[in-house]
């Protein structure tokens, strides 16, 4: 295990700690989505999945910390989706959830790199070929653990459109880093545990000088830690980033690659809004 993850997520728990025990307290709402299986799409795991009331924008893939898929991710996924977006949030952990630090280490230990990565790409796949519930734009959002899972999947693929990390560990891979040609959001908080003292002025230098299309944004001191997920400035940056993300051009030809992998679509549904529906796709 390493040190420096374990002495992070020690550091986050005695933050998080008093957060999370008044947020179960004061009974938090009830997720509105439901758990979807991967099978159809290459993987056997699960995903919680949530949609929008309305004509969606997008679909965004949800990467979660190493805290596990909680509740707190699925409230964080029916709130994309109340803004708009079909989301999947990839179970990485097989159902195990945890509040206890150590052993938080202990999944993030114990996950394969490459089986994460399958998933993350089940379900992209969801979101592409799905006949029900097909997303035209798809971005990464990872925050946490997830947050370097996010940029890795973003590179593997050309067709995300944009790539969202809020907080850290973010392991600096600059072959990663460079694969990628999407639009990239980070948000940084200042004190962190996660982040290393220089990785986030690394990040912000490599990015600059290969010309790619990023912003920063520094939370203030605490805030991330202290809303356990998203806090509020971070909520504005992210949709305005989502909606900049789905409107910039892609590279020539990816609409046509995604067009050829996706079976599912017939011709007559490009001109169909995509509609919610009650039950499994």
Do not use: C
Not at 63 to 88: E, F, K, P, Q
Not at 222 to 248: C, S
């Amino acid at each position: 295990m390493s040190g420096r993850f374990l002495a992070s997520l020690l550091a986050a728990a005695a933050l998080l700690g008093p957060v999370l025990s008044a947020r179960a307290a004061a009974s938090p709402p009830t997720p509105a989505g439901t758990l979807v299986r991967l099978n159809d799409f290459g993987s056997d795991d699960i995903a919680y999945f949530s949609i929008p009331n309305k004509e969606p924008l997008g679909g965004i893939v949800l990467i979660h910390d190493a805290w596990g898929m909680n509740t707190v991710v699925s409230l964080l996924a029916d709130r994309l989706a109340t803004a708009g977006y079909i989301v999947v949030a990839p179970d990485l952990f097989n159902g195990q959830t945890t509040v206890d630090p150590v052993r938080a280490a202990d999944f993030r230990r114990d996950l394969s790199t490459e089986s994460a990565q399958k998933t993350i790409s089940s379900s992209i796949r969801f979101l592409r070929e799905s006949p029900r519930f097909r997303a035209t734009h798809i971005s990464i959002v990872g925050w946490g653990m997830g947050s370097a899972l996010a940029l890795e999947a973003t590179a593997a693929d050309p067709g995300i459109e944009g790539v969202a990390v809020v907080g850290g560990p973010l392991p600096f891979d600059e072959k990663t880093l460079g694969r990628i040609d999407a639009p990239v959001l980070a948000a940084f908080d200042s004190i962190d545990p996660n982040l290393a003292p220089d990785d986030r002025q690394r990040f912000a230098d490599f990015m600059g000088r290969e010309k790619k299309d990023f912003e920063i944004h520094d939370l203030p001191a605490g805030a991330l830690l202290n809303a356990g997920v998203f806090p509020a400035p971070a909520w504005k940056w992210l949709l305005d980033f989502l909606k900049r993300a789905a409107a910039t051009p892609r590279p020539t030809g990816v609409h046509e690659i995604l067009e050829k992998i996706n079976p599912f679509q017939p011709d007559t549904e490009k001109t169909e809004p995509a509609k919610a529906a009650d039950s499994n796709p």
